[in-house]
């Protein structure tokens, strides 16, 4: 069977809507007739049609609808949120046929929509390159059956293993990596929904946190200040960037970019942060340090994944990057540098 072929072009599809669709998942779908893809589409922003919807759309003769079979990556939706069901849709148009590459983790689908396919006399088949449904969408699983954000751990670190040297006066900030890599990282920040750093990275850089180096929207702005040292003058505090900082101090001024969250810091500072950050409906955050904010987060065994770039620099003595276990995915050169990706085994 060529199942694999087809779901594997509605991967491709989906991947188009990366960064655009949160709350929702990224979906692609095609429809074939006898061999041929007559249609496909993908899920490109929340509140927009679905990837189902824009598949069938796209075939310009629907009579051969009823003859036809549909993929899609992740089950077809069967409630009403901002757009009708899509489970609807397929029953209405009288597709025989639905390949599904997985079933969707949220509690409002959950199977309820291939439920619905069956008991309308359509042939549902599931499970094709599941592993890889699920991988493309982890941050969309990770946020549903963890009850968290899919977390990714981002430093950049000198040949001998140090993230800035023991004095850098003379550079603000202190920059480890080439500029091709600064720019990738500016688009995996379009990527994801948040960005997290600690007080002392603001004090010590005043970082824009922003994707100013890539096309697309700008991340949400995690920001530690327990004390309350980070003062109205850090660019954190600027501009239209949406930004949450967290703190025990008693904030009493507010805007609609800036927002206090009260916590009380210590050892499981970690978890309630993704409480916290699962509440804002956030499904996926950068954390890009300091140490002390990036090493609470590996003793905790709370990450998903760790971007580490190694410039071609020799530091010598200053701030020792983090260690941590896992599985390297990645292994690639950025020009002089070398980009790792790690994979927790968790």
Not at 95 to 116: C, F, L, S, Y
Not at 200 to 211: E, G, H, I, S
Not at 234 to 260: H, P, S
Not at 289 to 309: P, V, Y
């Amino acid at each position: 069977m060529c199942h694999e072929i087809y779901i594997q072009r509605c991967l491709e599809l989906a991947q188009n809507g990366l960064g655009s669709t949160y709350p929702n998942p990224m979906v692609g779908s095609v429809i074939v007739h006898r061999g041929k893809i007559i249609g496909e589409g993908w899920h490109q922003k929340a509140g927009e049609p679905h990837a189902e919807v824009n598949a069938i759309n796209s075939v310009k003769n629907k009579s051969l609808l009823t003859k036809s079979t549909i993929y899609v990556s992740l089950e077809p939706c069967s409630h009403f949120g901002k757009t009708p069901p899509c489970s609807d849709l397929i029953i209405q148009h009288k597709i025989p046929t639905v390949i599904v590459g997985t079933v969707d983790p949220n509690d409002k689908v959950a199977g309820k929509g291939i439920e619905k396919l069956q008991k309308a006399g359509i042939k549902v088949k599931v499970g094709v390159l599941e592993k890889e449904c699920r991988e493309l969408n982890k941050r969309f699983f990770t946020f549903h059956t963890k009850k968290r954000p899919y977390i990714i751990l981002k430093w950049a670190e000198s040949v001998d293993g140090f993230l800035s040297p023991l004095n850098k006066k003379e550079q603000k900030p202190f920059w480890v990596t080439n500029v091709y890599s600064r720019q990738l990282v500016h688009k995996w920040r379009t990527e994801e929904q948040a960005i997290l750093v600690g007080t002392k990275t603001v004090l010590d850089d005043n970082p824009q946190l922003n994707a100013r180096d890539w096309f697309g929207k700008n991340p949400i702005r995690i920001i530690l200040d327990r004390c309350g040292k980070i003062s109205e003058d850090y660019v954190v505090k600027k501009g239209n960037q949406k930004t949450i900082i967290l703190t025990e101090q008693e904030i009493l001024t507010k805007d609609e970019n800036c927002i206090y969250e009260n916590l009380i810091f210590g050892e499981q500072l970690p978890e309630k942060m993704s409480n916290l950050l699962y509440q804002y409906q956030i499904q996926s955050v950068i954390i890009e340090g300091g140490l002390q904010t990036l090493q609470s987060f590996i003793d905790n065994n709370l990450w998903d994944e760790a971007r580490i770039f190694k410039g071609n620099i020799i530091v010598h003595q200053g701030t020792k990057a983090p260690i941590l276990k896992g599985e390297i995915v990645v292994k690639q050169k950025s020009i002089n540098d070398e980009l790792i990706i790690i994979k927790s085994h968790d």
